[in-house]
């Protein structure tokens, strides 16, 4: 049963950063993505990352944001740049099969 658990969100001002971390209990072998999900709005696919290292980003990153991953420490990462108000959301880590970490929240300060 594999467990994953999501830190580093906060609240920044219009501009700032924030370094999210997903922290596997045990080795994930496929894909780990990050989603966002805003009040009144449906959760949405950021960014995603193959274990060997193939990486896909929403095109609301637009550059802004670069996803990771440490094979040898289960953790993904995800670095938040230039951050805007409307990327307030609490940001999921997800892994294959239905895998749900509980969420960090990230707020942005206009």
């Known amino acids: 049963q594999v467990q994953l658990v999501e830190s580093g969100g906060g609240l920044v001002q219009s501009g700032g950063s924030l370094r999210l971390s997903c922290a596997a209990s045990?080795?994930?072998?496929?894909?780990m993505s990050w989603h966002r999900q805003a009040p009144g709005r449906q959760r949405e696919l950021v960014a995603s990352?193959?274990?060997?290292?193939?990486?896909t980003y929403a095109d609301f990153v637009r550059g802004r944001f670069t996803i990771s991953r440490d094979n040898a420490k289960n953790t993904v990462y995800l670095q938040l740049n230039s951050l805007k108000p409307e990327d307030t959301a609490v940001y999921y880590c997800?892994?294959?099969?239905?895998?749900w970490g509980r969420g960090t929240q990230v707020t942005v300060s206009s």
């Open positions: 997800y892994a294959p099969v239905g895998i």
């Open positions: 045990r080795s994930i072998l496929s894909v």
């Open positions: 990352i193959t274990r060997e290292g193939r990486i």
